[in-house]
């Protein structure tokens, strides 16, 4: 698995390679595709859980449009495994 400082500096060109890598495509419509994508982008398993954990308090929702709201999920991600807080 990347280390979380290298995954905190993610850029859309990141984003873009794992969407592509994924099979998948934008819009992203379900907590699965979303999965499979932040999988490639941390180099380790995402689950459906862990999805809709960082969902609950990132500033994106399925369907995921951008790259940029692709880029929310994983910093609120890695939020909710490191058990940050949205103030912290």
């Given at each position: 698995?990347?280390?979380?400082?290298?995954?905190?500096?993610?850029?859309?060109?990141?984003?873009?390679?794992?969407?592509?890598?994924?099979?998948?495509?934008?819009?992203?419509?379900?907590?699965?595709?979303?999965?499979?994508?932040?999988?490639?982008?941390?180099?380790?398993?995402?689950?459906?859980?862990?999805?809709?954990?960082?969902?609950?308090?990132?500033?994106?929702?399925?369907?995921?449009?951008?790259?940029?709201?692709?880029l929310k999920?994983?910093?609120?991600?890695?939020?909710?495994?490191?058990?940050?807080?949205?103030?912290?």
């Amino acid at each position: 698995m990347d280390s979380i400082e290298h995954l905190r500096h993610a850029i859309e060109d990141d984003a873009s390679e794992a969407v592509a890598a994924a099979g998948a495509a934008l819009p992203i419509e379900d907590a699965t595709t979303l999965s499979m994508v932040l999988t490639v982008m941390v180099g380790g398993p995402v689950t459906e859980d862990d999805i809709e954990r960082a969902l609950d308090d990132a500033y994106a929702s399925l369907p995921i449009e951008s790259l940029a709201a692709v880029l929310k999920v994983l910093n609120r991600l890695l939020d909710v495994w490191l058990g940050e807080t949205e103030e912290s």
